[in-house]
């Protein structure tokens, strides 16, 4: 199993990024999937969740609620994370994540990916 994210980098105020994962070695459809981040300092959180049912659920954090759309194609295995109107305190490793069940913006994923640097600085 592995989730390999990518997508991040160094990027200004203001600015977009969307963030991709790539899901191999289980059948992504039936999970799922969760973006976390997690600052220098701080704990992991919950940033955006979505369901792998059709019923297209999505979960967001109020700190990114509007700017940030989380989405998903199951037929290239991958989620994505729409990143809008970066700030500097979205500054953070970004990881995904993979549970089968409800999606929930607690990290109580069964597979985690590495995650992918996202620094938002002028």
């Known amino acids: 199993v592995q989730l390999q994210a990518s997508g991040g980098g160094l990027v200004q105020p203001g600015s977009s990024v969307r963030l991709s994962c790539v899901a191999s070695?289980?059948?992504?459809?039936?999970?799922?999937m969760g973006w976390f981040r997690q600052a220098p300092g701080k704990e992991r959180e919950g940033v955006s969740a979505?369901?792998?049912?059709?019923?297209?659920?999505?979960y967001y954090a109020d700190s990114v609620r509007g700017r940030f759309t989380i989405s998903r194609d199951n037929a290239k295995k991958t989620v994505y994370l729409q990143m809008k109107n970066l700030k500097p305190e979205d500054t953070a490793v970004y990881f995904c994540?993979?549970?089968?069940?409800?999606?929930?913006?607690?990290?109580?994923?069964?597979?985690w990916g590495q995650g992918t640097q996202v620094t938002v600085s002028s």
């Open positions: 994540a993979a549970v089968l069940g409800r999606p929930s913006l607690q990290p109580d994923y069964t597979y």
């Open positions: 070695g289980f059948i992504m459809d039936y999970y799922a």
């Open positions: 979505i369901s792998g049912s059709s019923d297209g659920l999505t």
